[in-house]
């Protein structure tokens, strides 16, 4: 759930070849992304579809394992979330909700610290930058304990993403308001697509310096797990 532009799943396809993968989201902007990947690797074993968290075209007991992957939803929609991951989950199968940990978050970090180094070049104020919007704030433990799944734990992992032009495309696609930000801090005029143009590349130039000489030229993804099993 939540596959986005397909990385979790892609990986899934590529360690476990003869397992049939389906990544699900609504995007699909982000799901047209993931397929073009899946075909660069030339994965027979994944496919994505377009569907909704809360109501899956799929029929009970249908998966070894489901995971959602940075699903951002309210409290009461997360238990509607995650009582269709266990109807479409064979007795016994996995699940798991993974979400950034808002602790380490230096994607985030790095966004701000563009606007800021951009913004102190234009002379304006810097933009508030929105709290980490895939951060572990909803209660996935105490609602999986609810539903009954058993041997609960919590993981934390970090993954270095060092492919820049991939970090980027990952990062335009699943944060549209990001381009809000670069319109302002490089004051260019949504309406005009050279202004656009000219604001899009200073902002990569300047993200690119700033991740070469900040980060050592990556960042680190910070992310949690919950998973158990279904009963």
């Known amino acids: 759930m939540g596959?986005?532009?397909?990385?979790?799943?892609?990986?899934?396809?590529?360690?476990?070849?003869?397992?049939?993968?389906?990544?699900?989201?609504?995007?699909?902007?982000?799901?047209?992304?993931?397929?073009?990947?899946?075909?660069?690797?030339?994965?027979?074993?994944v496919e994505f579809e377009s569907?909704?968290?809360?109501?899956?075209?799929?029929?009970?007991?249908?998966?070894d394992a489901v995971m959602a992957n940075q699903v951002v939803v309210d409290p009461a929609a997360q238990l509607k979330m995650l009582s269709e991951m266990l109807r479409?989950?064979?007795p016994g199968g996995g699940i798991g909700v993974a979400r950034s940990n808002p602790d380490v978050n230096e994607v985030m970090?790095?966004?701000?610290?563009?606007?800021?180094?951009?913004?102190?070049?234009?002379?304006?104020?810097?933009?508030?930058?929105?709290e980490n919007p895939w951060s572990n704030r909803l209660p996935a433990r105490g609602l999986l304990e609810q539903l009954g799944v058993r041997g609960i734990k919590t993981e934390r992992f970090i993954s270095a993403q060092t492919d820049f032009s991939t970090f980027l495309i990952n990062l335009m696609t699943q944060a549209r308001n990001l381009m809000?930000?670069?319109?302002?801090?490089?004051?260019?005029d949504s309406d005009d697509p050279a202004a656009q143009s000219r604001g899009?590349?200073?902002?990569?130039?300047?993200?690119?310096?700033?991740?070469?000489?900040?980060?050592?030229?990556?960042?680190?993804?910070?992310?949690?797990?919950?998973?158990?099993t279904t009963v």
């Open 3 to 45: 596959t986005g532009t397909g990385n979790v799943s892609i990986e899934a396809a590529r360690r476990f070849g003869d397992r049939r993968i389906i990544g699900v989201d609504l995007d699909e902007d982000a799901l047209e992304l993931a397929r073009h990947k899946a075909a660069e690797f030339s994965l027979s074993n």
């Open 51 to 63: 569907g909704n968290a809360l109501d899956l075209a799929h029929a009970d007991n249908s998966f």
């Open 88 to 90: 479409v989950v064979r």
């Open 109 to 130: 970090q790095w966004i701000q610290d563009v606007a800021v180094e951009i913004s102190d070049r234009h002379g304006i104020e810097p933009p508030a930058i929105e």
């Open 180 to 188: 809000l930000v670069v319109e302002y801090v490089t004051q260019c």
């Open 200 to 228: 899009s590349w200073e902002f990569l130039q300047v993200g690119r310096e700033l991740m070469d000489r900040k980060y050592g030229g990556k960042l680190d993804i910070a992310c949690e797990v919950v998973s158990g």
